[in-house]
């Protein structure tokens, strides 16, 4: 979810926390990825139980495509798809 300024959301293995920040049709996502359940397996295929990841994507209507990078291994990298799904109150 991005909200003000906040990115947050989860899944079931990981909560993510952090901050967005616009520039025109881009966007900067840099969030904070931390294991709370379950098998500690991340997005990158390691079992790393916190990591740092920046998301750089551009906004078309009601989403956004870009990159993803992992801020301590940034040789590792994969693409990422956000849909707006609704608003917030």
Known sequence: MLDNGRAFGGDSQYFYNGYYELFGDKIRVEVKSQHYFGD??????????????????KIEGDQINGVIVRADKPEMTGGIRMVRRDRLP
Do not use: C, E, K, P
Request: proline letters at 0%; hydrophobic letters at 45%.
């Open 40 to 57: 500690s397996q991340t997005i990158f295929g390691d079992r790393s139980l916190i990591i740092h990841i920046t998301a750089v994507g």
